[in-house]
């Protein structure tokens, strides 16, 4: 079965930082790795998805993320941060279709003044 | 563009007591979930369904029902409230099995 572990519950940083949110997973075929981002008191909303082809993935507020089979690793960035993007942010992975996918425990992003 | 809506938004509820929570979409998907949120744990399956009709367990089934009488609408029941019960829950719905899920905004749901 699948898994996926989000490396630090809160992340702090500095507006106009760089933002890394760490996420491996484990899975013995390829996955479909998604982050989605939720905001107080709000449903999740899907940031970027990975299915198959290039490995660098754009998302939605500047935000993007790089499969890497290797490592097992889907690591979400942006380069710099904006008050804005306050919110928790979680991993997940499906493989074969969605009846079946898992999310990480979230990590909570704070951003500084 | 209502998207998912579910009701209620908060409930309070004494251990014992049954009701149902209801989803919504108005974006003609054939597969639509319920999670449970709950501190440090991330979303959990409760139960899902893959069209009109047809529902399956998820990873945390046990205390829940549901059902998905009309394609539009998947209910989520609890016969006896029981404390554990208590969390956010989550309403999901997408196309298919590949493609993303829309989520609700959540029911607070607090059993006393």
């Known amino acids: 079965a699948q898994s996926v572990t989000q490396l630090g519950s809160h992340v702090s940083v500095s507006e106009g930082a760089l933002v890394l949110l760490r996420c491996n997973y484990s899975s013995s075929v390829p996955p479909y790795l998604f982050w989605y981002v939720q905001y107080p008191n709000q449903g999740l909303q899907l940031l970027l998805k990975?299915?198959?082809?290039?490995?660098l993935v754009k998302g939605i507020n500047g935000f993007e993320a790089e499969f890497k089979k290797s490592e097992t690793s889907f690591h979400l960035t942006k380069p710099s941060a904006h008050m804005s993007d306050a919110a928790e942010y979680f991993c997940a992975v499906s493989i074969n279709n969605n009846n079946d996918m898992r999310f990480g425990a979230g990590t909570r992003l704070t951003v500084k003044p | 563009n209502a998207g998912v809506t579910q009701t209620p938004k908060f409930r309070v509820l004494k251990t014992g007591q049954s009701m149902t929570l209801l989803c919504a979409q108005d974006m003609n998907h054939e597969y639509m979930y319920w999670y449970r949120q709950d501190p440090g744990m991330g979303l959990r399956l409760i139960h899902y369904s893959v069209g009109e009709g047809t529902t399956a367990k998820g990873e945390v089934p046990d205390g829940y029902n549901v059902s998905r009488l009309k394609k539009q609408n998947f209910l989520l029941g609890l016969e006896s409230a029981a404390p554990s019960q208590t969390s956010v829950y989550f309403c999901?719905?997408?196309?298919?099995?590949?493609?993303?899920?829309?989520f609700g905004d959540g029911t607070r749901l607090s059993i006393l």
């Open positions: 990975y299915t198959t082809g290039a490995t």
């Open positions: 999901a719905s997408s196309y298919s099995g590949y493609q993303p899920q829309h």
